[in-house]
């Protein structure tokens, strides 16, 4: 059986979403959300999910959030897939800062935002998330993540 | 051309009309291709977002795919970690894409990792419906998922079968068998160190692939749709596995129309012949594609196995 969160983690969720990135509640209409232990994760409906208690599962759909001791932590995997919805607690780096906060480096200065988490944009749209504890914003992308990011114009 | 090299695939000389052209290709490494990722931005957007990177991208026969000019490593691009889009040969985009999926379908991905196909067909099918991912080898589950996570796909259940003996419980619309092969269709002249060929290769590969396809069988719907794909040239296992396949009754071979060059499934091998049905099987070579060596077969259920 798959393990949906309880409707007040649900709502906990969006509504932590929709409070903390502007993110319309209604744009969940077409997923569900599993409770994963310390995750809850984002899988599109489908009335073929049902069939999905024959077999195991070892990992089913996005890892949106984590459960932290101090409340949700959003992965960057699902600020990135949610990027077109979020319109607050977003932090615009400057095309110089945006390679050394991929490689996980925080970046210190201060940020027109309420500490927390934010969601970080680059050139190119949002990258991750990032922990604003001000002054320094402290970059959440996964360590195994963290290749020798360059932008096409600086390689050589 | 290195000896060790010429040793494993100069056998295929009687397969290849262009030889020389054949063994030209290979001297040569194999292009760069990004697959745009629509699950995160429409085809122009994500394209106008990279050319105006600074990437040079040539649009492919295949939907979605395009050669990335002069980028050796484009999994270090930050559009890479944001998911725009994911490097994937050529070739083998294409057996997602004849698998052609709608979007409210259940859809099997028999062998997964390391994601590329399985997230093709989430792409094709707008992330709707659900694909059951399935791996057996735990090392390789790892980047699975960090590329389903990464390119944001959220219609897919990732399971952990010996994929011959994937539960019976469950049927599909469609399936991909893309099987473990001996990978011959990748080996360029500068990689072929790595590359060493093992007694028996080819045979014990061919028993594993035919009870791929034979299990892949049963769990698809009556009158759906299987893909079988592989990245080696060896008839031993592609037209040998499909003849055997095609024996077991149940099942019709396809004509598949697809715009890349390629030939049909050959029919006689060393001392073995072929029913004439797998020339409806598609071989794509280096030297016409510019991509890696790729076969094909495109079958329907036709009974209620």
Same mark, same amino acid.
């Given at each position: 059986m798959l393990n949906f969160a309880r409707p007040e983690t649900y709502s906990a969720v969006l509504s932590y979403l929709a409070a903390r990135f502007g993110i319309p509640e209604e744009i969940f209409a077409d997923y569900g959300i599993l409770d994963a232990g310390s995750n809850l994760r984002l899988v599109s409906a489908s009335p073929h999910l049902d069939s999905l208690s024959a077999i195991k599962v070892e990992v089913l759909g996005l890892r949106l959030v984590r459960k932290t001791n101090k409340g949700w932590k959003?992965?960057?995997?699902?600020?990135?897939?949610?990027a077109p919805w979020i319109s607050k607690s977003v932090i615009q780096l400057e095309p110089a800062e945006e390679i050394p906060f991929l490689q996980g480096r925080a970046i210190e200065r201060a940020f027109e935002v309420e500490p927390g988490y934010v969601a970080v944009q680059g050139r190119t749209g949002i990258l991750?998330?990032?922990?604003?504890?001000?002054?320094?914003?402290?970059?959440?992308?996964?360590?195994?993540?963290?290749?020798?990011?360059?932008?096409?114009?600086?390689?050589? | 051309?290195?000896?060790?090299?010429?040793?494993?695939?100069?056998r295929y000389r009687p397969l290849i009309e262009d030889w020389e052209g054949w063994l030209a290709a290979l001297e040569n490494p194999a292009p760069t291709y990004a697959r745009?990722?629509?699950?995160?931005?429409?085809?122009?957007?994500?394209? #106008?977002?990279?050319?105006?990177?600074?990437? *040079?991208?040539?649009?492919?026969?295949?939907?979605?795919?395009?050669?990335?000019? #002069?980028?050796?490593h484009p999994g270090h691009l930050p559009m890479y970690f944001q998911g725009l889009f994911h490097s994937q040969d050529l070739t083998s985009a294409v057996p997602s894409w004849l698998l052609n999926?709608?979007?409210g379908e259940m859809v099997l991905d028999l062998c997964a990792a390391p994601g590329s196909k399985?997230? *093709?067909?989430?792409?094709?099918?707008?992330?709707?419906?659900?694909? !059951?991912?399935?791996?057996?080898?735990? *090392?390789r589950?790892?980047?699975?998922?960090?590329?389903?996570?990464?390119?944001?796909?959220?219609?897919?259940?990732?399971?952990?079968?010996?994929?011959?003996?994937?539960?019976?419980?469950?049927?599909?619309?469609?399936?991909? !068998? #893309?099987?473990?092969?001996?990978?011959?269709?990748?080996?360029?002249?500068?990689?072929?160190?790595?590359?060493?060929?093992?007694?028996?290769?080819?045979?014990r590969l061919a028993n594993v692939q035919g009870r791929l396809l034979v299990r892949a069988?049963?769990?698809?719907?009556?009158?759906?749709?299987?893909?079988?794909?592989?990245?080696?040239?060896?008839?031993?296992?592609?037209?040998?596995?499909?003849?055997?396949?095609?024996?077991?009754?149940?099942?019709?071979?396809?004509?598949v129309p697809c715009p890349l060059p390629h030939h049909p499934g050959i029919t006689a091998w060393n001392d073995k012949t072929y029913s004439s049905e797998v020339t409806k099987c598609l071989r794509f070579y280096p030297s016409e594609v510019n991509s890696t060596g790729f076969f094909i077969a495109q079958f329907r259920k036709t009974g209620d196995l």
């Open positions: 959003p992965t960057s995997a699902a600020l990135q897939f949610l991750g998330c990032g922990l604003y504890r001000p002054p320094f914003l402290l970059s959440q992308i996964p360590a195994a993540s963290r290749a020798p990011f360059f932008f096409s114009e600086t390689k050589e | 051309m290195p000896t060790k090299l010429m040793e494993i695939l100069g745009l990722n629509t699950l995160k931005g429409s085809e122009s957007e994500i394209c #106008d977002l990279m050319s105006r990177s600074g990437l *040079h991208l040539v649009p492919t026969l295949v939907p979605t795919c395009y050669e990335l000019r #002069d980028c050796d999926p709608a979007a399985t997230s *093709h067909l989430a792409q094709l099918m707008e992330n709707q419906g659900l694909i !059951v991912a399935n791996e057996i080898q735990t *090392h589950l790892k980047s699975l998922v960090a590329n389903l996570e990464r390119l944001g796909v959220t219609n897919t259940a990732i399971t952990r079968y010996a994929g011959q003996d994937f539960p019976l419980r469950i049927q599909f619309d469609r399936i991909l !068998v #893309d099987a473990p092969c001996s990978g011959e269709g990748t080996l360029r002249s500068r990689q072929s160190s790595r590359y060493a060929s093992a007694p028996r290769l080819h045979e069988l049963k769990l698809l719907r009556p009158g759906g749709i299987l893909i079988y794909s592989t990245c080696t040239y060896a008839p031993e296992e592609n037209e040998e596995v499909v003849d055997n396949f095609l024996q077991q009754g149940g099942v019709q071979i396809e004509e």
